[in-house]
């Protein structure tokens, strides 16, 4: 089935820095790609999703590629703040399973 | 438009008994999935119902079990409970109707329910 790996964390980051989490995935075909977040004590929440190679997923000012050609999806956002720390998920369609997620990369971000 | 609602959103059981978690969807939404989150495993699939129906199942032992109601809202329940199921259960929503994968069609998840067991 379709597998995603994603850098683990956690990341610690100064508040304005720059952001980069990692996600490479293995599928069959070319399923839609997700990110998810989720804030201390909540549920997780879709962030941003891309649905063919090519297209830029963007909220919030994080942006994700889906590339083809290096089966990744890397998390960006050029400038963070505190209340972006949580824990970020990559994710996309398991036929049969639903979704499939990476492990999940905890981020602070400090004043 | 509400969101995905889980009840209760906390419950303490000891070994051995059991439990049932509800949860309602996004109005509209017939495709329900349940997800087992715990820190050593990260989040895994339990399963997914549709129209009252399971359509899919992960890899969990019998103990856990579910069901739809004619209204979407969904139950799961486990019995006899072990200490490893402590666990946040999150349920999620979805307007997917087909079954040739999960396409371009977000899930949207409720805050979960926490379960210890002691």
């Known amino acids: 089935g379709n597998s995603v790996t994603q850098m683990e964390g956690p990341v610690t980051l100064s508040e304005e820095a720059f952001l980069t989490i990692n996600c490479t995935y293995t599928a069959t075909g070319y399923p839609s790609l997700f990110w998810y977040v989720q804030y201390p004590g909540e549920g997780l929440q879709l962030l941003l999703k891309a649905t063919k190679a090519d297209d830029k997923g963007s909220n919030k000012g994080f942006e994700a590629t889906y590339r083809k050609e290096t089966t990744s999806f890397h998390l960006e956002k050029g400038s963070v703040q505190v209340s972006d720390s949580a824990v970020y998920f990559c994710a996309l369609p398991n036929y049969g399973q639903n979704f499939v997620f990476g492990p999940g990369t905890r981020l602070s971000v400090l004043p | ?118």
């Open chain 2, 1 to 118: 438009k509400a969101g995905v609602t889980q009840t209760p959103r906390y419950l303490i059981k000891t070994r051995g008994q059991q439990v049932t978690l509800s949860c309602s969807p996004i109005s509209g939404h017939r495709s329900v999935s349940w997800y087992q989150q715990t820190p050593g495993q990260g989040l895994q699939f339990l399963f997914e119902y549709f129209s009252e129906t399971q359509r899919n199942k992960g890899n969990f032992p019998g103990r856990f079990s579910g069901r739809q109601f004619s209204n979407s809202r969904s139950e799961m329940n486990v019995s006899t409970l072990e200490l490893g199921d402590s666990a946040l259960y999150l349920c999620a929503s979805s307007s997917r109707t087909g079954t040739s994968g999960s396409g371009s069609y977000e899930q949207y998840f409720g805050p979960g329910t926490r379960l210890t067991v002691t």
